[in-house]
């Protein structure tokens, strides 16, 4: 191959690299709010002495 289809080749994976790296972001700005929000609710389910099934029978609000 010539020197300048070897730069186009490279080219075109730069853009697919970025393409591909787009795409995940998009999908980790939706997912993130989402993921947090389990994160603290779980720590504070823990926090309060419930256990995972609901029961609050500890914490006397049952």
Do not use: W
Not at 15 to 32: N, P
């Amino acid at each position: 191959m010539s020197e300048k289809q070897d730069q186009i080749k490279k080219q075109d994976k730069d853009v697919q690299s970025r393409r591909d790296f787009l795409r995940k972001s998009k999908y980790a700005a939706y997912a993130t709010p989402l993921m947090t929000g389990l994160i603290i609710k779980s720590a504070a389910a823990a926090s309060s002495g419930c256990v995972g099934d609901g029961d609050c029978s500890s914490t006397g609000f049952n």
